[in-house]
C-alpha cells in the first residue's frame, strides 16, 4: 500500500486560514500556540519560560 498518495490527497483537501497565535519572543526558542488554547491574556512560553507575543501563522482548520 502506498500511504503516501493517501496523506497527499488528505492535506490537499484541508484548508488553511489565518490564525491567532502566541510567538515566543526568544530567537532560540521556537514555542508558539493557538490563542483560543492559551488561558492568559499575556502567556510565557511552556518551553523557555520567556515572554510571548502576538503573531499569525496559515494553519488548518480543526473541527469542532
Not at 25 to 39: A, H, L, T, V
Request: glycine residues 8%; aromatic residues 10%; proline residues 6%.
Amino acid at each position: 500500500m502506498n500511504w503516501g498518495k493517501k496523506k497527499e490527497a488528505f492535506q490537499q483537501e484541508r484548508e488553511q486560514v489565518p490564525v491567532a497565535v502566541w510567538e515566543c519572543e526568544s530567537d532560540d526558542c521556537i514555542g508558539w500556540m493557538r490563542k483560543n488554547f492559551s488561558f492568559g491574556d499575556h502567556p510565557d512560553c511552556p518551553l523557555c519560560g520567556m515572554k510571548m507575543k502576538s503573531g499569525e501563522r496559515l494553519l488548518y482548520t480543526l473541527p469542532d
